[in-house]
């Protein structure tokens, strides 16, 4: 889970940030969202947080979906991510172009995401045509 990808992380030598881009289904209880969030505080030096990827049916279904990065945020701030670190993004593709903007030479950045269909193949695209140097994680 995601204690293993931060350990791992953890190891590397990374000459720039380490920049994390992920989102937490609203079908998640609220403690495991805050779990994430504990997690990853203080291991990356930027995160962008954003909706997980969801069909209208399930946001209709789950008016939770919505809150899910404020409360991603604010349990990182609970953990010492100052909130200048932090990024809401309204999707996934907004999300990438923030962290593809953020990163430089020597950065690392990580994207958590679960996208289906014709997305996926946007963001795997998008990815490939910014950077060689992206470790992707799905």
Do not use: C, W
């Not at 380490?18 to 079908?27: E, L």
């Not at 403690?31 to 504990?38: G, L, S, T, V």
């Amino acid at each position: 889970g995601i204690e293993s990808l931060v350990e791992f992380i953890a190891q590397l030598s990374v000459r720039g940030k380490k920049i994390i881009n992920f989102g937490v289904s609203g079908r998640q209880s609220d403690e495991d969202i805050q779990k994430f969030a504990k997690v990853t505080a203080k291991n990356f030096d930027l995160y962008i947080l954003r909706n997980y990827h969801m069909d209208m049916d399930m946001i209709l279904k789950n008016p939770k979906h919505e809150d899910v990065p404020e409360m991603l945020k604010m349990e990182l701030m609970r953990n010492g991510v100052l909130e200048k670190q932090i990024i809401v993004s309204p999707n996934v593709m907004k999300s990438l172009d923030q962290g593809l903007e953020s990163a430089k030479e020597g950065d690392l950045l990580i994207v958590l995401t679960r996208v289906a269909g014709t997305d996926k193949f946007k963001v795997v695209k998008k990815l490939k045509e910014a950077a060689a140097d992206l470790l992707i994680v799905h």
